[in-house]
């Protein structure tokens, strides 16, 4: 595997679910992000892991639960989740400590809620 | 705050020009990204300007304007596989604020 990848591609879940969106990077990267992309809006940052810390929560509701491992994995756990929180989740990674090295992303997970 | 504008959506010809334009105003600034994203797939790097000027690689150039809050992006000799939507995205010390995309249709 090269890049960025995540798993599923596709997730339905019901809003008493709980399941887990899981991110892995072979780059080499030591940082991660989650991006929320809906339908005719801007691509929303979520959260942010350098060296494996989180450093950036964008007043994220507690339903949404980041994990870092280590610096190739990220998840995303969900529970209880609303209809308004179907979308284009997305992953990617860079290097942390220089603010101009591109961010690389992985092809996302598209989530329904029903 | 934070305020980034794109065209919603714009069309072009095969093998034209076309450029599309993102102003920005943002609270910090360290850069300018562009990206590319064809449907169902993920945004692929295509740029980055911190100074101001033009930057070209091949078919595609990005410029910046740092006073004016202003960048384009510019294609040459458009291909029917240009067709995607292309995100402007602010740097603010590797966190991006992303625009929301021009969706970008090219025709025969």
């Known amino acids: 595997e090269t890049g960025v990848t995540q798993t599923p591609r596709h997730l339905v879940m019901g809003m008493t679910n709980k399941k887990s969106l899981k991110c892995e990077q072979h780059l080499g990267h030591n940082a991660m992000y989650w991006y929320k992309q809906s339908a005719k809006k801007p691509l929303e940052l979520m959260f942010v892991?350098?060296?494996?810390?989180?450093?950036e929560n964008n007043s994220v509701p507690s339903r949404f639960s980041p994990e870092c491992p280590n610096s190739s994995h990220l998840f995303l756990h969900l529970h209880t989740l609303q209809p308004e929180d179907s979308a284009l989740y997305l992953c990617a990674s860079s290097q942390a400590g220089d603010s101009s090295y591109e961010q690389y992303f992985g092809p996302g997970t598209r989530l329904t809620v029903t | 705050g934070q305020n980034i504008d794109q065209p919603t959506e714009m069309t072009a010809t095969e093998g034209a020009i076309v450029q599309i334009n993102c102003t920005y105003q943002?609270?910090?600034?360290?850069?300018l990204f562009w990206y590319q994203q064809h449907a169902g797939e993920a945004p692929t790097f295509l740029s980055y300007?911190?100074?101001?000027g033009l930057e070209e690689k091949g078919r595609f150039s990005s410029f910046l304007s740092r006073s004016k809050g202003y960048s384009y992006l510019l294609l040459k000799e458009l291909q029917m596989k240009d067709s995607a939507s292309y995100l402007c995205?602010?740097?603010?010390?590797?966190?991006?604020?992303f625009g929301q995309g021009t969706e970008l249709s090219v025709k025969p």
């Open positions: 943002t609270s910090g600034f360290n850069g």
């Open positions: 892991y350098s060296l494996e810390e989180r450093v």
């Open positions: 300007n911190v100074l101001d």
């Open positions: 995205a602010v740097n603010q010390g590797g966190k991006l604020i």
